[in-house]
């Protein structure tokens, strides 16, 4: 790896903010919902969100939703593709949607997805403090992919769709020395490949 050179992920799906959450009963159960929500900045695919979204809220079927139907395409061609094996699938329907967002990284986040017949919310909050977390690409089995990521790592989240909350909830893990939700806001995240 080290006498490979990298470079930025093609499709534009390179550089954002991927806040995700995964809820299950336990650290070892599976996963009751699973999500991430993609806010991109210029890309050659434009500018664009994305939201993957599996949960018992959508009967365990992954759905999409996006205001830039190419750039989730692109995201499905490459790293979510990679993450998750379904989502490669481009015949899976993307509802598109609107995004929005409130409050701040110093209290709470809410995310907002609109679609027609459906609302969706994801909040973070409990946020802690900001740590940087760099992978290279290769350094997980079958994932060209590497990423340079400031994390905020939170303690609690929730997610609702249209007034319904997901069950289960966020376990925690060891982030190589903070102990923190297994997930976290990330922001400033780019994303490179080998070539």
């Known amino acids: 790896m080290d006498d490979k050179p990298v470079r930025p ?3 534009g799906a390179h550089r954002g903010a991927p806040p995700v959450i995964r809820f299950s009963e336990s650290v070892d159960e599976p ?8 806010g991109v900045m210029p890309t050659p695919k434009g500018l664009g969100h994305t939201l993957f979204l599996n949960s018992e809220l959508t009967n365990d079927e992954w759905r999409i939703y996006s205001d830039n139907i190419a750039l989730t395409r692109g995201f499905q061609n490459t790293i979510q593709g990679v993450l998750v094996e379904e989502l490669p699938d481009t015949a899976i329907n993307v509802a598109d949607a609107d995004f929005e967002r409130t409050g701040n990284v110093l209290s709470f986040w809410t995310r907002h997805v609109h679609a027609d017949d459906e609302d969706i ?13 760099y ?20 303690a609690c989240d929730t997610l609702t769709v249209d007034s319904d909350h997901a069950a289960g909830r966020p376990q925690v893990r060891d982030w190589e020395g903070p102990v ?13 490949e080998c070539q």
């Open 31 to 38: 996963f009751t919902t699973h999500s991430s929500l993609w």
């Open 121 to 133: 919310a994801f909040t973070w909050h409990d946020i802690g403090q900001p740590m940087i977390r």
């Open 180 to 192: 923190a939700s297994i997930y976290a806001l990330a922001c400033a995240e780019s994303w490179t």
């Open 9 to 11: 992920v093609p499709a």
């Open 135 to 154: 992978t290279q690409p290769l350094s997980q089995p079958d994932c060209p992919y590497g990423a340079s990521t400031v994390l905020i790592p939170r």
